[in-house]
């Protein structure tokens, strides 16, 4: 029995607990998996806890028709999340509180960094701790013999973390570029045929995939926040989305889109990563990009990621048209990856 | 110290051997690689042996100088192959010789046998194993507590079994396509600029990416052996390429070419796989497609697949113009994994 600590309940969390409770039958990957939510924490629709389970179904029920658990629920808790981090008995938390740019991945990082702390393995979708300060926390977890994953941050259930570690044994990545925001490239798309950039967010928006605050995409902290994640993890980078050299796609006009199209070409936000002597810098940028090129294909809210190694020739990663569904199956992904490694 | 017994010395090979013995030491993943060759077989080219390690510079010069290795080097053997694998002292067998649709696997197959019932680890390149008798090989691994790795079999170095073995837990692949021949791919690129079928395939053939007979590549039979080999693991299908709807590309003539690119379209030589009920289908066939999809961006020697689960949207793997290192670096990679987890 895989007993979790869930922070966030969310879009990603509710349809996690679907996918773990209700979905989980008929896949026969899933079979086997035998964990309950311990605990459930949230900002604003209170916090449930109970060292025998949740009852997931009704905490579901309530979340759907009242917008948050409901005060008569016996699981209510009143202890504080901390103290429930510090001292619930509980295999692995799940973090799925959303990025902070602000805030620079706190409190995320003081969650994760108590868990590690105390032992336990940690499963996150949130950017913000792997893109503020991965270094720390991964080695924190591995003096500590414990997993710290993170696959759902960038292009949500897209494995890139995992093709990077599994399968790029021995090279060393020299170089890194993609799409990663949907919300951005949705609108670009949308613009491309006629219409507004509102109307292209609000659409964005209503389907789920733009983040909470639309700042945080348009002005390319989202992106610069994957690119720096994917940078510290993957070249072994120390820097902050506050490091990376960033402009959103406000500028980009409807006349510029225009013009773009008619020679031959698309604006797309583009992230890129690369060494410069001891240093890897890394930048987020629209770029007009030939429509023959791989990353033209790119459409609507699908990202991609192109990766470069000094072994082989480019491998590029795309994720079409990614839903709410594909953040939980990345966190799903790691948590059997903790299973598997952990055993527990 | 891993001892191998390495078969076949053609391209891959040779790129092997000097990724390992003379690039390593640039490439910190390598360095602390402690691997000799004990045994390298051909068949045209002749065989060394020596268990305390071959002198893979002295091979590998004297390959490039007469095609073959000199007859007064000490360390040729006249001890046959069957016999090396049955009795050489070995922990890793490194399989790279040729497809063979005709003899449907053999004599690769029979040798990757030996080598798994003795208990010893195998890392091949050649995908007829895979293609026609994956289950069986698997199992006796298995079986035996040894790895059977596969990697470079489809997409060269492009990490797809990998991808898909550790990032996508607990999905069920639903469906499989792609473009997975470089020659073909490379051939119709060329044929829409206006180049003749000869002289495209002759360029193909001269740069390395065409495989060894052009029939295998033009009537679509080595594609087939990839979806089958990737149906075979990905699906867990027991199908060869016999099994497969294959059509190749010799039909396709300049007026098909032009006429759809004229309306928009690109022909490419097309690998699926299904779940048909309790079977899985498979088919290689030539399709004309959009110029907008994703597949009409793959250009030259380019190859992709895309993989579509229960659990999420489809994401795509693209191998942007391989080279012969590419296949080695994925034999190489497959090497360090059983480094990782055999601890030899």
Redesign the interface.
């Known amino acids: 029995m895989m007993k979790t600590l869930v922070i966030g309940f969310g879009h990603v969390g509710q349809k996690l607990a679907e ?1 773990l409770f209700f979905e989980g039958d ?5 079979a086997s ?1 035998n964990l309950t939510f311990t605990g459930i924490y949230t900002q604003s629709r209170g916090a449930l806890l109970d060292t025998e389970g949740i009852n997931v179904k009704q905490a579901l029920l309530e979340i759907r028709k009242n917008g948050c658990f409901d005060k008569n629920n016996p699981q209510q808790t009143s202890i504080p999340l901390t103290q429930a981090i510090d001292e619930l008995d509980y295999d692995l938390l799940i973090e799925l509180s959303t990025l902070s740019i602000e805030n620079k991945g706190e409190p995320a990082i003081t969650y994760i960094t108590k868990a590690l702390e105390r032992k336990k393995h940690v499963v996150t979708a949130n950017k913000g701790p792997v893109a503020f300060t991965y270094g720390e926390l991964s080695n924190l977890a591995r003096k500590n013999n414990v997993q710290f994953r993170i ?1 759902s941050t960038v292009m ?4 890139v973390f ?2 990077a ?8 990545v020299i170089g890194l570029s993609g799409i990663l925001n949907s919300t951005t490239n949705y609108i670009l798309s949308q613009m491309e045929k006629g219409k507004g950039f509102k109307e292209a967010l609000n659409v964005a928006q209503s389907e789920g995939f733009a983040e909470a605050d639309p700042h945080h995409d348009i002005d390319g902290w989202d992106s610069a926040a994957k690119i720096a994640a994917l940078t510290n993890v993957l070249m072994q980078a120390d820097i902050t989305p506050d490091d990376i050299k960033r402009e959103g796609i406000s500028n980009i006009t409807p006349e510029k889109i225009t013009k773009a199209l008619q020679s031959g070409k698309r604006w797309k936000l583009i992230c890129r990563a690369w060494r410069d002597k001891n240093r890897v810098l890394a930048s987020v940028m629209p770029e007009e990009i030939s429509q ?3 990353f ?4 609507g809210s699908g990202s991609c990621l ?1 990766i470069e190694t ?14 709410i ?2 953040t939980a ?1 990345g966190v ?2 790691d948590i ?2 903790v299973r ?1 490694i952990a055993g527990c």
Do not use: F
């Open positions: 996918i008929g896949s026969h990957g899933l998996l696959e949500d259930g897209a494995p995992n093709l570690k599994q399968g790029l044994k021995g090279a060393r023959q090129d791989l033209a294909a790119i459409e192109r000094d072994l082989m020739n480019p491998i590029v990663i795309v994720q079409d048209s990614p839903t569904k594909d199956y799903l992904n059997l990856a598997e």
